[in-house]
């Protein structure tokens, strides 16, 4: 079936632009998590959704960053007036639930952002 | 707050030997999971092998074991018989038992040589 998709693979942006990245689930998944690599990196925790849930928003690195998810589909990462500092690859995962088990997280091939 | 550390940034081994690379980590809870994850060039994240820290037994998945050492926090991958496809970058990250979450560390580049 269909993996986790991503879109735009690759974005340029001037600085203080705002941008949305997009990120399509594998169906029938319902936890959903953002990540962020900057290069030569590991990843950093950016936020979590499960379910109807509160998110788990507390990788988000300042309030330029929000996210949102429509039900157990599609979610928008926003970053408004962005910096040089956000270039980086933004990789979204989803699983079939978060929490107390331990269900593999499948990863999108990510959005390469980058910021002149 | 939990932390990852991969010690190694870059390794090589010859196609066909077996390599080991190394992952400690650092946290309070008793309840938790690890997880190996291989990024290749394409970008594309794919796990590799993982562990429940309340299971004493290693994880196996075909080539790739670990080394799970619960008291000394570490958690390291055994590749046997190293093939050319095994090139990419190795992730070694720790999930709380309650929270969906993933802490990575910073990576390991391996190349396999022919």
């Known amino acids: 079936g269909a993996g986790v998709s991503q879109s735009p693979s690759n974005k340029v942006t001037e600085k203080g632009k705002d941008v949305e990245l997009r990120c399509d689930p594998i169906?029938?998944?319902?936890?959903l998590y953002w990540y962020r690599q900057r290069l030569g990196q590991g990843l950093e925790f950016l936020i979590y959704?499960?379910?109807?849930?509160?998110?788990?928003k507390s990788g988000l690195p300042s309030d330029r960053f929000s996210a949102e998810r429509t039900g157990e589909s599609v979610s928008t990462l926003t970053i408004q007036r962005t910096q040089q500092e956000d270039s980086a690859v933004y990789l979204c995962?989803?699983?079939?639930?978060?929490?107390?088990?331990?269900?593999?997280?499948?990863f999108g091939p990510g959005t390469r952002l980058t910021v002149l | 707050a939990q932390t990852v550390t991969q010690s190694q940034p870059e390794m090589s081994v010859q196609e066909a030997e077996t390599v080991t690379l190394s992952c400690t980590y650092d946290?309070?809870?008793?309840?938790?999971?690890l997880f190996w994850y291989k990024q290749p060039p394409s970008r594309q994240m794919i796990l590799v092998i993982r562990?429940?820290?309340?299971?004493?037994q290693n994880a196996t998945e075909n080539r790739f074991s670990v080394n799970f050492q619960k008291a000394a926090k570490s958690f390291s991958l055994k590749i046997s018989d190293s093939q050319l496809g095994d090139t990419a970058m190795y992730f070694c990250?720790?999930?709380?038992?309650?929270?969906?979450?993933?802490?990575f560390g910073q990576g390991t580049t391996l190349q396999v040589k022919p």
């Open positions: 995962a989803s699983s079939l639930s978060g929490g107390a088990s331990y269900n593999e997280q499948f």
């Open positions: 169906s029938g998944h319902t936890a």
């Open positions: 959704f499960q379910g109807n849930s509160a998110p788990d």
């Open positions: 946290t309070s809870e008793n309840n938790y999971y």
């Open positions: 562990q429940e820290a309340y299971k004493q």
């Open positions: 990250a720790f999930k709380r038992g309650n929270t969906g979450k993933l802490i």
